[in-house]
């Protein structure tokens, strides 16, 4: 069936570099320095970075980010709390925007 | 997560039970390159061993559990057991030679009837001995003097904790070993083991529970030492992560799962030159239950015996002839050349 979303490309990301090198060896290096062992652990970023993937809802990023989760030593149990807190941020984003929803009908109704 | 497999793929009579048939599948055409091409890529020659560091006893695929991730397909159901006479040989053997390690596994090893005598052979010798163990072994009843023997022995014990909470254990190693793992790892720790000082070193084993690469072995030792302190007042030396090679039940849960290609990719992938030169092979002599010669635990499953005309068999030990053998290579040896590359003491770049 086509999809838009292969998981082979996943492995093929690299070829974005035929493009435009300079530009995606300048990211490559910012990416590796943002996910070294810093003042947060490998595995802490990782987590972090499934996190995100959820909230941005990228299907590469999820599977990229679920098994550097497992090989940094997190289990299902700290994995699935990830994606809840991507979920309460994502909702609470929506809910909190409520807020306008009020202002808007408070000056429009009598 | 699925439950562990009851049975062993030789009780089951399955394909994959033979390893002809293993290799094959390792063999079949691919996406990845072929090991030995990827070593001549990387402008490596081909492997070769430096020495013999380590006398590395395999007594048999006689075993109280039935890990999924097992590549001896070692469990209860299985016979076959390292004889008394050729225990005697392998004693004859490592006494005319300098070799200062004996690495004694299995199976569960102490379930063989030779293990003591082995043990204390060994360290008669003045050799040290590393007993890899599962642990619960420690708790059953026949065993029950078999830790303060270890202790009296000054055995190091290497001892297999895929994880530190019981659903990842477990889903590897059987309902209820994790509990067991922990009951025993008490009993150890209170005979010193794992304590500074005491000269009984306790090192734990991490296989990955999944088709996935290990964590870095120091990173992840912090997080063990952290969490087995915290939740149950344990302490060990050291933490090894090894690399599941994709032979036998863990080849098995790895083609049912559908992750075959990928999970042997993400080996291919993740060849590490650098790791190449530490490889267990290259130091270490493996002996099989039926006294047969490998290079490695791994290619004794695989029935791939030592080559380049060195002795084949513990009767004909030669360690000068063997010191400097061709080793035998397939495509499983990527699971131990992989990112930090892995060994039986874990990661070796």
Same mark, same amino acid.
């Given at each position: @069936?086509?999809?838009?979303?292969?998981?082979?490309?996943?492995?093929?990301?690299?070829?974005?570099?035929?493009?435009?090198?300079?530009?995606?060896?300048?990211? @490559?290096?910012?990416?590796?320095?943002?996910?070294?062992?810093?003042?947060?652990?490998?595995?802490?970023?990782?987590?972090?970075?499934?996190?995100?993937?959820?909230?941005?809802?990228?299907?590469?990023?999820?599977?990229?980010?679920?098994?550097?989760?497992?090989?940094?030593?997190?289990?299902?149990?700290? @994995?699935?709390?990830?994606?809840?807190?991507?979920?309460?941020?994502?909702?609470?984003?929506?809910?909190?925007?409520?807020?306008? @929803?009020?202002?808007?009908?408070?000056?429009?109704?009598? | 997560?699925?439950?562990?497999?009851?049975?062993?793929?030789?009780?089951?009579?399955?394909?994959?039970?033979?390893?002809?048939?293993?290799?094959?599948?390792?063999?079949?055409?691919?996406?990845?390159?072929?090991?030995?091409?990827?070593?001549?890529?990387?402008?490596?020659?081909?492997?070769?061993?430096?020495?013999?560091?380590?006398?590395?006893?395999?007594?048999?695929?006689?075993?109280?559990?039935?890990?999924?991730?097992?590549?001896?397909?070692?469990?209860?159901?299985?016979?076959?057991?390292?004889?008394? =006479?050729?225990? =005697?040989?392998?004693?004859? $053997?490592?006494?005319?030679?300098?070799?200062?390690?004996?690495?004694?596994?299995?199976?569960?090893?102490?379930?063989?009837?030779?293990?003591?005598?082995?043990?204390?052979?060994?360290?008669?010798?003045?050799?040290?001995?590393?007993?890899?163990?599962?642990?619960?072994?420690?708790?059953?009843?026949?065993?029950?003097?078999?830790?303060?023997?270890? $202790?009296?022995?000054?055995?190091?014990?290497?001892?297999?904790?895929?994880?530190?909470?019981?659903?990842?254990?477990?889903?590897?190693? &059987?309902?209820?070993?994790?509990?067991?793992?922990?009951?025993?790892?008490?009993?150890?720790?209170?005979?010193?083991?794992?304590?500074?000082?005491?000269?009984? $070193?306790?090192?734990?084993?991490?296989?990955?529970?999944?088709?996935?690469?290990?964590?870095?072995?120091?990173?992840? =030792?912090?997080?063990?030492?952290?969490?087995?302190?915290?939740?149950?007042?344990?302490?060990?030396?050291?933490?090894?992560?090894?690399?599941?090679?994709?032979?036998?039940?863990?080849?098995?849960?790895?083609?049912?799962? &559908?992750?075959?290609?990928?999970?042997?990719?993400?080996?291919?992938?993740?060849?590490?030159?650098?790791?190449?030169?530490?490889?267990?092979?290259?130091?270490?002599?493996?002996?099989?239950?039926?006294?047969?010669?490998?290079?490695?635990?791994?290619?004794?499953?695989?029935?791939?015996?030592? &080559?380049?005309?060195?002795?084949?068999?513990?009767?004909?030990?030669? $360690?000068?002839?063997?010191?400097?053998?061709?080793?035998?290579?397939?495509?499983?040896?990527?699971?131990?050349?992989?990112?930090?590359?892995?060994?039986?003491?874990?990661?070796?770049?």
């Amino acid at each position: @069936m086509e999809t838009y979303y292969h998981p082979h490309d996943l492995g093929k990301f690299a070829d974005m570099g035929k493009g435009n090198p300079e530009l995606w060896d300048k990211f @490559m290096a910012y990416y590796g320095a943002v996910f070294a062992e810093g003042a947060l652990t490998a595995r802490e970023k990782a987590l972090i970075a499934l996190g995100v993937s959820h909230a941005i809802q990228c299907p590469y990023c999820i599977d990229a980010y679920t098994q550097a989760g497992l090989q940094n030593g997190s289990n299902l149990e700290e @994995m699935t709390e990830v994606v809840h807190v991507a979920c309460a941020i994502r909702g609470g984003a929506s809910l909190v925007h409520g807020v306008q @929803m009020r202002n808007v009908a408070t000056k429009l109704s009598m | 997560m699925a439950s562990a497999p009851a049975t062993t793929l030789a009780a089951r009579g399955t394909a994959l039970a033979s390893s002809q048939h293993q290799l094959d599948i390792l063999a079949r055409p691919a996406a990845w390159r072929g090991f030995d091409d990827r070593l001549a890529d990387a402008g490596l020659p081909p492997l070769r061993a430096t020495g013999i560091g380590v006398f590395q006893i395999n007594v048999g695929k006689f075993c109280n559990q039935t890990c999924r991730h097992c590549h001896v397909d070692a469990g209860p159901d299985r016979t076959e057991q390292m004889s008394r =006479e050729t225990a =005697e040989l392998c004693m004859a $053997a490592l006494e005319k030679t300098d070799i200062p390690v004996v690495d004694i596994t299995g199976g569960a090893p102490e379930l063989n009837p030779s293990f003591r005598r082995m043990v204390e052979r060994s360290r008669a010798l003045g050799r040290h001995v590393m007993d890899r163990c599962n642990l619960s072994i420690l708790l059953l009843k026949p065993h029950a003097d078999l830790a303060d023997f270890l $202790a009296a022995n000054q055995v190091e014990v290497v001892a297999s904790l895929p994880y530190f909470r019981p659903t990842q254990a477990d889903a590897q190693r &059987g309902d209820g070993i994790f509990d067991k793992s922990i009951e025993a790892l008490r009993k150890l720790n209170a005979l010193g083991y794992g304590r500074p000082g005491s000269g009984l $070193a306790l090192n734990l084993v991490h296989n990955p529970v999944g088709a996935f690469l290990p964590a870095a072995q120091a990173s992840l =030792e912090k997080q063990f030492r952290r969490e087995l302190d915290r939740q149950f007042g344990i302490v060990f030396d050291n933490l090894y992560t090894i690399t599941n090679m994709p032979i036998s039940r863990f080849l098995e849960f790895l083609l049912d799962s &559908g992750n075959y290609e990928g999970y042997m990719e993400r080996l291919a992938n993740a060849f590490n030159p650098a790791a190449v030169a530490g490889v267990m092979c290259r130091n270490t002599i493996s002996i099989g239950w039926d006294g047969g010669l490998y290079d490695c635990d791994f290619n004794q499953m695989l029935d791939l015996k030592v &080559g380049g005309g060195a002795p084949t068999h513990i009767r004909d030990f030669d $360690a000068q002839a063997l010191a400097n053998r061709t080793i035998v290579t397939a495509n499983h040896c990527y699971g131990c050349t992989a990112g930090a590359g892995s060994s039986c003491g874990g990661a070796v770049a």
